[in-house]
């Protein structure tokens, strides 16, 4: 079946580096998405990896995925006050997208 | 091209009415996809078009719910009969089909039912 898991909240320091993790259960998903909504808007494309790449460098991001126990992570290197958002993990599978619950990552000086 | 845009950004209808959202994707982009997101929750699948075909349904697209793409550029999405669980935000996206890089999502129109 599909299903995607996060956790739903993370609070870290400004200038601290963050880590948001996702499940996923569908060992056919081509690819994995980070998006991150703000509130009252859309979603903002952030990065994505191919499900044959084991780690994707992206500026102050880094994408991690261990495709054995279908885990991926997001980091966010020297975290900012901007940053505090919703974060959606996503698999991509054959058309469509299924999407995580979200975490809310809350920066505080 | 400005991205997806997607109108009205909010609309206030009374139950049992009928409302009618819609989405003018990217113009180069042949894919248009619409989920619903509601409170605390990730985006649902509801419908995916290719072109003007409607590929796919989600089993939560109930019999009220119809979206049309009629010549393969800007979707409508729309609900008959609302109903107070109809209350969500209903998100397009577009997509270059054969591509991973991800689909773009418009901000949304925000539906509440009283």
């Known amino acids: 079946g599909e299903d995607v898991e996060q956790s739903l909240f993370l609070s870290v320091r400004e200038g601290d580096s963050s880590v948001i993790n996702c499940t996923y259960t569908?060992?056919?998903?081509?690819?994995l998405y980070w998006y991150k909504q703000e509130p009252g808007a859309g979603l903002q494309l952030l990065t994505y990896?191919?499900?044959?790449?084991d780690m994707k460098q992206d500026q102050r991001l880094t994408v991690l995925l261990n495709k054995k126990d279908k885990h991926l992570s997001l980091r966010i290197a020297d975290t900012q006050t901007g940053d505090s958002a919703i974060y959606f993990c996503a698999e991509r599978v054959t058309d469509k997208l299924i999407f995580g619950t979200g975490t809310r990552l809350q920066v505080f000086p | 091209d400005t991205g997806v845009s997607q109108d009205p950004r909010h609309k206030i209808t009374k139950r049992g009415q009928n409302v009618t959202f819609r989405c003018d994707p990217i113009s180069e982009h042949n894919r248009l996809y619409w989920y619903r997101q509601t409170l605390g929750q990730g985006p649902e699948f509801l419908t995916y078009?290719?072109?003007?075909?409607?590929?796919?349904k989600s089993r939560l697209l109930s019999d009220r719910f119809s979206a049309e793409r009629p010549k393969g550029s800007f979707s409508t999405l729309e609900i008959q009969r609302t109903e107070q669980g109809d209350s969500a935000m209903y998100l397009c996206a577009s997509s270059l089909d054969g591509t991973g890089n991800g689909y773009t999502f418009g901000s949304g129109t925000r539906l509440t039912v009283v």
């Open positions: 569908d060992s056919s998903s081509t690819y």
């Open positions: 990896i191919f499900s044959n790449m």
């Open positions: 078009f290719q072109n003007e075909a409607q590929l796919e």
